[in-house]
């Protein structure tokens, strides 16, 4: 081959190898959320229309926990722990207060830890599914209803798990600039 066909060759191929790793750059994200709610990675919770009608007695303390990030939110769970029999339904609340005396639009992100029971925590329904618009100065009880799959029974690698921490962490929604948001009056605005 010579120089020039060569050449445009190698170009080619370089071009072709960009264009398919800024693709695969631009799906990495949508495939790494696929693959954590398949597999539970990283601490990620399972999704369920209801919960499988076996339980055992074979009970694991559910702890919670709350955070709040460029939020002019309160937010914390209504009771810090459960004893859960695996595979019966829990119904929990946590209690957001907005602070600001204007509407505030929040998304919640989540996990368990530890991050291996990920797979077998199962949420019937959760407010972190959707964003979650407080009014100012406005408390809601946001429920979380779960249960614990009984297939943790069978791994072997979750023996030694005895609590699991269900972790949310809420967020300012991404349709919401900050700069909309003010908080109670007499205070600075929330930047």
Known sequence: MSGAPRNRSILLSLIMIAVGMAGMA???VPLYRLFCQVTGFGGTTQRAESAPGTVTDQVITVRFDANVAD???RFEPVQLEV???VGEPQLIH???HNTSGRPVTGQATFNVTPDKAGQYFDKIQCFCFTEQTLKGGEVVDMPVQFFIDPA???DRNLDDVNTITL???FFRAKNQ???RVATAPGQ???R
């Open 26 to 28: 631009y799906a990495s």
């Open 71 to 73: 939020l002019p939110w």
């Open 83 to 85: 004893a859960a029999k």
């Open 94 to 96: 946590y209690r957001a």
């Open 152 to 154: 943790i029974l069978k």
């Open 167 to 169: 972790s949310y962490t």
């Open 177 to 179: 600039a900050a700069d």
């Open 188 to 190: 600075a605005a929330v």
